[in-house]
């Protein structure tokens, strides 16, 4: 059974990439469709609602319209905030790839689309010989890439955009977080983005998000291009199809 939905991958750590997740799952919900949420690899844990949980994987479960339970939602949760290959180190435990992928699978029996979000950026280390990449290489789902506005923002998006395409993956879109709103040129550096990353991947701008309190995922899933989104996920045929 092949996947439908999305990988969110990021410019670098702390862009943005949960708020977007869970707004994106926020927005599916909105438009009909069964949405769950996906972390397969999470790196620091705390006590919240009385559980020992990461942080990300309970705010995609609290996204998502399909009711899952803490390790459905984040199969490989480590202790430490660091590293996720630093931290499961530190557990004595291997990130096993294989079990990643049939965790995704498996949630895909019980909803229509499934936004999978990675760990850091882009070619995080999950073990001694893989990274984050080869996994979204495995689940062969189209890339959504946000980018940290900041100084800087332009060339992490480049690069990262380059190195989706080395790896034969599709970026469907990227989305603007912005991280500094006093940015300089905050305006013209989206429209630079918006012109290379068209002009070089075809990928359009799916989102504008402004600095946002709370960055709840109403208040994210509100800033994205709804046109854009059904367009480049194949939701208007979908949802004939279905």
């Not at 998006?157 to 380059?162: C, M, P, R, S, V």
């Not at 075809?202 to 946002?212: K, M, N, S, T």
């Amino acid at each position: 059974m092949s996947l439908r939905g999305c990988f969110v991958t990021g410019t670098d750590t702390e862009v943005g990439k949960t708020r977007v997740s869970a707004g994106l799952l926020h927005w599916l919900a909105q438009e009909g469709w069964r949405a769950a949420g996906y972390k397969p690899v999470a790196a620091g844990m705390e006590m919240l609602d009385g559980r020992l949980i990461n942080e990300d994987v309970l705010l995609l479960q609290r996204s998502g319209s399909v009711p899952l339970a803490d390790h459905q939602v984040g199969p490989c949760q480590l202790e430490a905030a660091c590293a996720p290959h630093i931290a499961a180190e530190l557990e004595r435990r291997l990130i096993d790839a294989d079990s990643l992928c049939r965790g995704a699978h498996e949630l895909m029996r019980q909803a229509d689309f499934l936004v999978v979000e990675g760990a850091g950026g882009l070619c995080v280390p999950l073990g001694a010989d893989w990274d984050s990449s080869q996994l979204m290489v495995t689940l062969e789902l189209p890339v959504v890439l946000v980018v940290g506005l900041r100084l800087g923002c332009i060339n992490h998006a480049l690069l990262t955009a380059e190195a989706i395409a080395a790896r034969g993956l599709r970026l469907a879109g990227w989305v603007a977080n912005t991280l500094d709103p006093d940015m300089p040129y905050l305006q013209r550096n989206i429209e630079t983005l918006e012109h290379e990353l068209r002009r070089r991947h075809q990928a359009p701008c799916l989102g504008v998000i402004p600095r946002l309190d709370p960055p709840d995922a109403a208040a994210v899933a509100a800033h994205f291009h709804a046109a854009a989104l059904r367009s480049r996920f194949g939701l208007e045929q979908a949802r004939l199809t279905d």
